[in-house]
């Protein structure tokens, strides 16, 4: 798995105008390649009546995923400038939609790739992007005595605390970076005088 990726920081529109023509990018942050295609015919029925809606997606952490469309415009002048805006800025798991409602002015083809490719970029400028980076899922089991003082511990020391359970004992999940583990482990221990129980869960992506 990659250590860490950088995505959108949330879903939204930004539009432009040039030399008539309207180029509204609308992006969304998308965890499958379904959910990016759910996106896309969304966008697609809402502006049904514009001239093209062109797309370009990547998902996976390492871009395995990587898909764009022209929607009748010249081939290679709209979804290949907007996946390449994407792939430079580094960004995955996130979906672009341009939508052009034409003005009556042609651009030709280099204008045409400026205004998809720049349409992306001023979006992702706009909405701006957050970097996510691989940890393990951990779960700490505490009796209620020490539960409080150790949550309070934990959120004053940076970690991502994901859940709190209460039963008999009291469950917190939280996050790590896996380089942290051992020190994380040493830490609890002397915090809990050695009662709390560590368990490693899988690996997920997230802020930490």
Same mark, same amino acid.
């Given at each position: ?29 998308? =965890?499958?390649? *379904?959910?990016?295609? !759910?996106?896309?015919?969304?966008? &697609?029925?809402?502006?049904?009546? @514009? #001239? ?66 720049? =349409?992306?970029? *001023?979006?992702?400028? !706009?909405?701006?992007?957050?970097? &996510?980076?691989?940890?393990?899922? @951990? #779960? ?69």
């Amino acid at each position: 798995m990659q250590e860490q990726y950088r995505t959108v920081a949330r879903g939204g529109v930004h539009e432009l105008e040039i030399n008539k023509s309207r180029f509204r990018c609308a992006l969304a942050p998308a =965890a499958t390649e *379904e959910e990016a295609q !759910a996106f896309v015919q969304r966008i &697609r029925k809402e502006h049904s009546t @514009a #001239t093209h809606n062109c797309f370009a997606y990547v998902i996976g952490a390492d871009g395995g995923v990587q898909k764009s469309s022209d929607d009748g415009e010249p081939g290679g002048t709209a979804g290949v400038p907007m996946l390449q805006m994407l792939l430079r800025r580094e960004v995955r798991y996130v979906v672009a939609v341009v939508t052009r409602y034409y003005g009556g002015v042609k651009l030709g083809a280099g204008g045409l790739i400026r205004a998809y490719g720049g =349409a992306v970029g *001023e979006a992702l400028d !706009a909405l701006g992007t957050v970097t &996510r980076t691989r940890f393990r899922l @951990a #779960t700490v089991t505490v009796d209620h005595q020490r539960a409080g003082k150790l949550e309070n511990d934990l959120r004053a020391t940076g970690r991502q605390v994901r859940d709190v359970r209460y039963a008999a004992e009291v469950t917190l999940e939280i996050g790590l970076p896996e380089a942290e583990v051992d020190a994380f482990r040493d830490w609890l221990a002397d915090a809990t005088a050695g009662t709390a129980v560590l368990e490693l869960g899988g690996e997920a992506y997230g802020t930490v």
